[in-house]
């Protein structure tokens, strides 16, 4: 065989290799299509890939895949994701014939009833199961990996610290036919949009228009948030709603802003000046509570009263204006 003809067979295999590659990686992204839409979970890395699948007890079963088997595994998983889907108990799958596989009978979750109850620190995404109704005040609290949650249509109730200290966190939506929560960008907010409830720490807070209300723990750690224009429909700040917002270094607080509670701007250290409105009528203990850097408190109503602490372990001399 001549040297062209050698060069025109090799060429013949690369191109029968890649198209051969390609069918498989559309095979392989048509099937996780299908089975991430249905999994409690699932995380994508370059080495591994591992589902989490829904227990109706509060359990889930993790199966997790190296990627160097995806082409040998993925028609037979597809068997064992359905069976996983359907119910099957772990006992019914743990003798899966596969070695790239491993199933580990894993709680990643509790739920007692329609309540999700707690959720293993270590996950990073999540789609919490239709059917849950309430986030308790510990769903996701310290889940410090935790990237992206997706609220169904059935969940009501969430606690103003489900997702406290979730630092990693920047993605947050609520699916479009619940009734109680809708998301604005990444921020939550009730269906009528007059009370904040979370901002993602690494998302852009987006405060619309309208919003009476900033809950408590609202902005709690972001670290997104380096200035903040108020709009004129908030009434209220509650408590620890700006809490530890080290960035943030500006607040522009409207002028028909009716109360600041306990602690709404515990620790934003960088915080040097702030204009309190004429609708205060009262700085209660520890407001800016460790704000190191706070100088100067403008007070616009002369009757507002500051009660003892308002300004506890504020290093600076603070200065007090009233205009």
Known sequence: MSNEDKEFEKAKKKKKLEVSSAAANARIDAFFSDIVKRAFYCNRGKEKITFGFDRADGTVIEVALSTA?????????????EKLIAGASFDDVKMFDCAATRIDNVVLYTRQKDVL?????????????????????????????LESVFIPKSVKDIHARSFYRCKSLATLSVDEENPYFCSVGNTLYTKDRQSLIFSPPLAEPIIVDG?????????????????????KS???IESQAFECCDSLCKIELNEGLKSIEMMAFNSCHLLKEVVIPSGVEVLH?????????LEKITLRGNTITIEPNAFSECKKYIQIVRA
């Open 211 to 231: 919003v009476k209300r900033i809950r408590k723990n609202a902005f709690a750690y972001n670290c997104k948030l380096t200035e903040l224009i108020l709009p």
């Open 117 to 145: 109850k707690r959720c293993q620190r270590r996950i990073r995404k999540i789609r919490i199961p239709d059917g849950i109704t309430v986030l308790s005040s510990e769903a996701f609290s310290y889940c410090y990996d």
């Open 285 to 293: 203990k520890s407001t800016f509570y460790l704000c190191p850097t």
């Open 234 to 236: 908030v009434e209220v």
């Open 69 to 81: 088997w995806s082409s040998v595994w993925i028609e037979t998983f597809r068997d064992l994701a």
